[in-house]
C-alpha cells in the first residue's frame, strides 16, 4: 500500500522556521522525484520545491528560492523541506509528491497546515 505521511506543519510567527518531512512507504522511493506542493485557501496548488531521484538535482519555485531546502534520504524513503524567513503569505497546506519519470506513477500525501501569523 503506497503512503506518503507529511508532518512537522503548525503555527510559527513571521521569519520564524519549519521542518516538513515526508515518509513515504509502498514503493521503490528512489525511483522517483520528490516534490513539495502548496496551496492556500481560494488559490491553485502551486510546486513548491522539487529533488530528483537519484542525482538529487533540486529546483524551487521563485516565491522560495533562497529561503526553502528540499532534500532526500533514500536510505530512509523520506523528504524534507527545511523552511526559513518565514511570511504570512507562505501560509497553505503543503502537499508531498512523488512521480516515476519513467513509470508515470504519481502519488500524493494528505498534507499538513503551515501557518505563519503575529
Known amino acids: 500500500q503506497v503512503q506518503l505521511v507529511e508532518s512537522g506543519g503548525g503555527l510559527v510567527q513571521p521569519g520564524g522556521s519549519l521542518t516538513l518531512s515526508c515518509a513515504a512507504s509502498g514503493f521503490t522511493f528512489r525511483m522517483y522525484n520528490m516534490k513539495w506542493y502548496r496551496q492556500a485557501p481560494g488559490k491553485e496548488r502551486e510546486l513548491v520545491a522539487a529533488i530528483g531521484n537519484t542525482v538529487g538535482s533540486t529546483n524551487y519555485g521563485d516565491s522560495v528560492k533562497g529561503r526553502f531546502t528540499i532534500s532526500r534520504d533514500n536510505a530512509k524513503n523520506t523528504v524534507s523541506l527545511q523552511m526559513n524567513s518565514l511570511k504570512p503569505e507562505d501560509t497553505a497546506v503543503y502537499y508531498c509528491?512523488?512521480?516515476?519519470?519513467?513509470?508515470?506513477?504519481?502519488?500524493w500525501g494528505r498534507g499538513t497546515q503551515v501557518t505563519v501569523s503575529s
Open positions: 509528491n512523488a512521480l516515476n519519470p519513467y513509470s508515470g506513477g504519481n502519488y
